[in-house]
């Protein structure tokens, strides 16, 4: 990363300090307290993707979602309710917050000043992190608003919920336009570093939208599982290509700053020992595979001041491939990509594998049965993709890893439960009859 770029993250970082898991500020989705209209929208696009880092990498979803599918628990505070299961409304009130008023009111209101002006990378730009944010947030929560939002400035402060199904078509379609507009001539603004992802690289952010787009159809086989693993292997080979090495994938990145590091880093300077790391099942498993990435996990790997928040990897995307090509028995294809996605885990950490990829319980095996493969792809995955979120979407869809329940009794909560803002304020449009065990209408 460059120095200016270095320059742009502290000072999108500076104003995040607000952010933090302890503040209970309530943010409504179409408020428009700080109005991004008149800002440039280069630094428009800077603060989105560090905002997007530090909440979507931090307290709030990637550890807390670790926690959730037994890569790390809870020991104090609410971290020790969350390790209860027990997760309440005003948990969640700031990292919702965060994530409309935070990250995607100013994007969509980049994306309409860059649609009107013809500045088609932050159009573009706009369009691929706005559906990547909202691929997130319903993840969590099932429907959320989006249509009806963010129209504060037409005093409209209540916003209607889409559907889930309806959120998965609108991202899809928010890639295909944010595709287009990279595709165009670009002859109008450019953000250079402050594109602190890419640098401006069009070509990469179109890797990047084909590559998120596979997650989004894999995250689907559960409705039609041959039909989505088809897809995700037709989507793999669309036009700009998809990510597939280490220099190409999509992360924030945070600096050796106490104030500007890395989000789970500063959590655990500031809470000291509210969670806590390398006693948990995920481990155990590891420890008793003998795995050489536990130490590197351990030491910091992904939880220094300087770890950057992984937004979309090259070895997901290959675990992602194996799962399609399994489900509809390509086994050459299968091992191929999950053998890559195993080898980029190691490779992202610095480690030698060794002879990992022979052992029985790692070795892909043609002749075991089709549930046996995906628990394998499944549980070196979760392996792979220590502290993101991702990982409780994939057991949530798939079954794999087997986790047991760390209350016995209860049940493994499946989505995190509406904010106390919006039962606050919007709540005539909440949906109703959820809990934490409801099922996302992808899991059904």
Not at 41 to 62: E, M, N, R, S
Request: with cysteine; charged share 20%.
């Amino acid at each position: 990363m460059t120095i200016l770029n270095k320059t742009l993250v502290s000072a999108g970082l500076a104003a995040l300090l607000a952010l933090g898991s302890g503040c209970k500020k309530y943010l409504d989705v179409n408020e428009n307290r700080d109005s991004p209209l008149d800002a440039p929208p280069a630094a428009i696009l800077t603060g989105a993707q560090v905002t997007t880092g530090f909440v979507l990498g931090g307290a709030d979803v990637a550890l807390t979602a670790s926690l959730l599918t037994n890569q790390v628990d809870g020991t104090s505070q609410q971290f020790k309710n969350y390790q209860l299961y027990q997760i309440v409304a005003d948990n969640l009130t700031n990292c919702w917050g965060s994530i409309y008023q935070g990250v995607l009111n100013d994007l969509v209101e980049l994306r309409k000043k860059s649609d009107a002006q013809k500045w088609y990378f932050f159009s573009g730009a706009s369009k691929i992190m706005t559906a990547y944010v909202l691929g997130a947030t319903t993840d969590l929560w099932g429907d959320i608003p989006y249509s009806d939002g963010f129209k504060g400035l037409d005093f409209k402060f209540q916003a209607k919920y889409d559907k889930q199904e309806d959120i998965y078509k609108a991202i899809d379609g928010l890639l295909t336009a944010g595709i287009a507009d990279l595709q165009q001539p670009q002859l109008g603004l450019m953000p250079g570093d402050n594109d602190v992802m890419y640098s401006g690289s069009t070509k990469l952010w179109i890797k990047f939208a084909n590559s998120y787009r596979l997650r989004t159809l894999i995250h689907l086989t559960k409705k039609d599982p041959a039909g989505y693993a088809q897809k995700v292997i037709d989507a793999a080979g669309a036009a700009g290509g998809i990510i597939t090495k280490p220099e190409e994938i999509a992360q924030i990145y945070f600096l050796a700053d106490p104030t500007r590091a890395n989000p789970i880093q500063q959590f655990n300077d500031q809470r000291p020992g509210y969670v806590t790391y390398g006693e948990s099942a995920m481990f155990e498993a590891m420890n008793a595979l003998g795995d050489p990435r536990v130490d590197p996990y351990l030491g910091g790997a992904y939880d220094s001041k300087n770890s950057p928040v992984y937004l979309i990897t090259d070895y997901e995307v290959n675990f992602i491939l194996a799962e399609a090509h399994a489900r509809l028995g390509h086994d050459a294809d299968a091992q191929k990509y999950y053998e890559a996605g195993v080898l980029g885990s190691f490779a992202s950490v610095k480690t030698d594998p060794g002879d990992y990829l022979t052992k029985p319980e790692v070795k892909y095996n043609p002749n075991a049965s089709a549930e046996d493969k995906l628990k394998l792809i499944m549980t070196q995955k979760y392996y792979a993709m220590y502290l993101q979120a991702e990982n409780f979407t994939d057991w949530r869809r798939t079954g794999y890893p087997v986790l047991t329940s760390k209350n016995p009794g209860k049940e493994i909560p499946r989505r995190y439960p509406y904010p106390q803002s919006e039962l606050s304020y919007n709540k005539s449009n909440v949906p109703t009859g959820i809990s934490l065990t409801s099922k996302m209408w992808w899991d059904q």
